[in-house]
């Protein structure tokens, strides 16, 4: 017993610290295959919505106040890149919030009202956040043409106020990947709630 108990903080670390692990640079997109409920309806892959230029995927949900802040910002980028060969989706892994606000109803009501022109996606059990190391909305990951991933991180450098945004992270990647150059900021601290995991 005293051998288990020795050992149960380190296997404890040793879990949160696999949970919290970022997906490294140049690593292709994680369970590219596993299927998720979009609010429109369909069930739709990563590897479905990876355009010719690149997937962006936006772990996100309904009841953050950061995500009330950047979410415009979505509407505005996913605009300005879809029609670039870019796929865009929002994630929604806030399994142990379901009842809380981030049910696929929910989802749906929020696609709507902010008019979202992109994917949101259910991730019912968190799947593809764990995959990911993401854990925090939002937290934004890019792979280019080659489904590698070159960003990782927040979306830029001013939450609250747009009109002060001096570096723009996910807008600055994409250009990157267009013009064919590496990504000079490649990795982000992401800000936000955390993923609100059911375990």
């Not at 998720?36 to 990563?46: A, F, H, I, P, Q």
């Not at 902010?114 to 996606?121: A, R, V």
Request: proline residues 4%; neutral net charge.
């Amino acid at each position: 017993m005293k051998l288990t108990m020795r050992v149960l903080p380190v296997v404890l670390l040793l879990v949160s610290t696999t949970l919290g692990k970022e997906l490294s640079l140049g690593s292709s997109i994680p369970l590219p295959d596993l299927k998720m409920l979009d609010v429109g309806g369909k069930e739709l892959s990563l590897n479905d919505i990876t355009g010719s230029n690149g997937l962006v995927v936006i772990f996100s949900c309904n009841t953050c106040p950061w995500v009330d802040a950047w979410e415009d910002r979505y509407v505005e980028l996913a605009n300005a890149y879809l029609p670039k060969g870019f796929g865009f989706v929002a994630v929604n892994s806030n399994a142990a919030y379901r009842s809380k606000g981030d049910s696929y109803d929910d989802m749906q009501s929020r696609a709507k009202k902010m008019g979202y022109t992109f994917y949101y996606t259910l991730d019912k059990q968190s799947e593809l956040a764990r995959a990911f190391g993401a854990t925090r909305t939002p937290h934004v990951f890019v792979f280019d043409a080659d489904r590698k991933l070159v960003y990782r991180g927040a979306i830029d450098d001013n939450a609250k106020r747009p009109d002060k945004v001096e570096a723009r992270y996910l807008a600055d990647a994409l250009d990157a990947c267009l013009a064919g150059k590496d990504v000079k900021t490649a990795s982000t601290k992401a800000l936000g709630c955390t993923i609100k995991f059911d375990d």
